[in-house]
């Protein structure tokens, strides 16, 4: 699916699409902090539509996607930080 022709707010599945980003954010954020890594917002929004599956054809797809990674990257964040906490610090990922 391209990104321009994802859910958009309002719609009856933006929830759900929301969230799955959310947890793609989650997933590359904790796999880089265990890789004592970062990336940037551009790399970021690339690394989700990737895992996402999601089509990045134009500027226009890629403007969208960031958007939104961009709006949403302080509760992946939030879910890494818990996360932690939850587990003495110590956790794995699900590849």
Do not use: C
């Not at 954010?25 to 917002?41: C, K, P």
């Not at 226009?60 to 939104?68: G, S």
């Amino acid at each position: 699916m391209r990104v321009i022709d994802a859910p958009v707010f309002g719609d009856p599945t933006w929830n759900q699409y929301r969230s799955k980003v959310a947890d793609a954010i989650t997933d590359v954020e904790v796999e880089m902090q265990q890789r004592d890594s970062s990336l940037n917002t551009e790399g970021l929004t690339l690394e989700v539509g990737e895992r996402l599956e999601l089509e990045i054809l134009t500027q226009e797809d890629f403007d969208v996607l960031e958007a939104l990674v961009k709006s949403v990257r302080h509760i992946a964040r939030e879910a890494v930080r818990r996360t932690r906490e939850e587990h003495g610090g110590q956790f794995t990922l699900n590849f």
